[in-house]
């Protein structure tokens, strides 16, 4: 089973107008997704043919019809209940442009979060791979994700736990998740450096002189169209794909997750691992809803993933 966590999950609401007519009436059809990262991972890894089960914390009149949406899409949920109301945003697609309002989401007291911990040991110690990742609500503090980490790490029974996450205070901390993907923007915010993605040689120096890196197997630098750069215990790679029309690329690092929890859980070589992982970020990428891959043409984009060994 691969379990995915989404700590501050929202109910998305899109609307799509020809034409955003500001300080007037705009009439709209909405369509609701559940949303959060961990959520779009979920999706994904349904479509891959994974057994999956999504964990996190749901509030309200909100939460209870976020379960709602998670059951029609499939996704086996089993959330921790928290007194706040789970969030709504609104994502306005209009003129070519998308504008977005992100609610906070509520805040989560150290009760709630204490039931959350207990949860996740508990379905952690069942899980084959375990993916974190999204921003933490409020009232939680920016290391917990390094927790989550070591008490993955605790509860592995056999196989290791593999986890997919970027978070900057989980890097800090001595806990190693097996994986870590940030993007480029993210990366050079982390190291302070402005990287394009042809300095694969000089990020690969940068990355291994920092020590937050150090321990982890496998970080991968995902650059959007241009593919990603991976590195495994000393193997350096570039995945390259042809360019596309991207139709839909939000949910892309998220499809790219659920690639690297669903080739690493079922013990890919590394170069399988990279394929399947940039297959999905594309085809996400060109299916218009957010978390869902076009899959019925998984065979001919896996087979356009270019990877070499540098
Ligand atoms: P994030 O959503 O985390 O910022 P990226 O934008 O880097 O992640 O996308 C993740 C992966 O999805 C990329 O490594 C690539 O394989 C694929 N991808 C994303 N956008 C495109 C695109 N426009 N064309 C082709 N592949 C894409």
């Known amino acids: 089973m691969i379990l995915t966590v989404t700590m501050n999950p929202s109910i998305d609401t899109r609307y ?21 990262k961990g959520l779009n991972v979920s999706r ?11 964990t996190g914390l749901l509030g309200g009149h909100m939460g209870a019809y976020m379960a709602e949406l998670m059951d029609a899409d499939g996704v086996k ?31 989560i007291a150290p009760a709630e979060l204490e039931a959350f911990t207990a949860k996740f040991a508990e379905l952690a110690a ?10 933490l609500p409020r009232g939680v503090d920016a290391g917990y994700y390094a927790e989550l980490v070591k008490i993955a790490e605790l509860r592995a029974q056999g196989a290791a736990r593999h986890l997919g996450c970027i978070a900057g205070a989980a890097l800090e901390s001595n806990a190693k998740p097996e994986l870590v993907k940030p993007n480029l923007t993210e990366i050079n ?9 042809d300095d694969v040689d000089a990020l690969r120096e940068a990355l ?12 991968v630098v995902s650059m959007g169209a241009a593919g990603s750069v991976g590195f495994h215990e000393g193997r350096a790679f570039r995945a390259k794909t042809p360019a596309i029309a991207a139709v839909n690329a939000t949910g892309s ?24 992982a940039n297959t999905c970020g594309k085809l996400n ?26």
């Not at 949920?77 to 969030?87: K, L, Q, S, Y």
């Not at 915010?189 to 993605?197: D, N, Q, R, V």
């Not at 590394?270 to 399947?276: A, G, I, N």
């Not at 869902?292 to 998984?298: G, K």
């Open 16 to 36: 799509q107008l020809d034409k955003l007519i500001i300080d007037d009436v705009n009439r709209v059809t909405p369509e609701k997704t559940a949303g959060g």
């Open 44 to 54: 994904v890894l349904l479509q891959l043919g994974d057994d999956v089960l999504a």
């Open 77 to 107: 949920n089993d959330f921790v209940p928290i007194a706040g109301e789970t969030r709504i945003c609104l994502n306005i697609l209009h003129e070519g442009n998308q504008t977005e309002l992100l609610e906070s989401g509520p805040q």
């Open 126 to 135: 069942k899980a084959d791979v375990v993916t974190l990742s999204g921003s």
């Open 189 to 197: 915010g982390l190291l302070g450096t402005s990287f394009t993605t």
């Open 208 to 219: 291994a002189a920092d020590g937050r890196f150090a321990g982890i197997p496998w970080v």
């Open 253 to 276: 690092g998220d499809s790219t997750i659920a690639g690297f929890a669903h080739a690493i859980a079922a013990g890919a070589d590394d170069v399988t691992v990279l394929k399947t």
């Open 285 to 310: 990428a060109m299916d218009p809803k957010t978390g869902h891959l076009v899959m019925d043409r998984w065979d001919e984009i896996y087979n356009s993933v270019e990877v070499v060994e540098l």
